[in-house]
């Protein structure tokens, strides 16, 4: 079992950053598959980015290509998710994942199998 938690949500306003970490604990190796997706009330779970075990390949989404950052401390199993330039349109619950013995970048929900609760973040327009 992977115990996935996040921290770093909070309010912003449009233009601004914000930096975003995630935890994963409960498993003595570091080849974890990690990512960032972000949901909003009435959508669905859309993936934002994600980063392989070794932190050489990253994927973003087209929607913050440019603007967010993904990065990761192999030695202690976290994650950060570096976000600039902020828009409104960027207010979501954003969830960090993990895949336990992938080497791969994945951007898709089931590929994942630990999830963290959720964090908030809100862009003021």
């Known amino acids: 079992q992977v115990e996935v938690i996040e921290s770093g949500g909070g309010l912003v306003e449009a233009g601004g950053s914000m930096t975003l970490s995630c935890t994963a604990s409960?498993?003595?190796?570091?080849?974890?598959?990690m990512g960032w997706f972000r949901q909003v009330p009435g959508k669905e779970r859309e993936f934002v980015a994600a980063i392989n075990w070794s932190g050489v390949s990253t994927h973003y989404a087209d929607s913050v290509k440019g603007r967010f950052t993904i990065s990761r401390d192999g030695a202690k199993n976290t994650v950060s998710l570096r976000m600039d330039s902020l828009k409104f349109e960027d207010t979501a619950v954003y969830y960090c994942?993990?895949?336990?013995?992938?080497?791969?970048?994945?951007?898709?929900?089931?590929?994942?199998?630990?999830w963290g609760r959720g964090t908030q973040v809100t862009v003021s327009s």
């Open positions: 409960g498993r003595t190796s570091s080849d974890y598959g």
């Open positions: 994942a993990v895949s336990p013995g992938s080497y791969a970048v994945m951007n898709e929900e089931y590929e994942y199998d630990f």
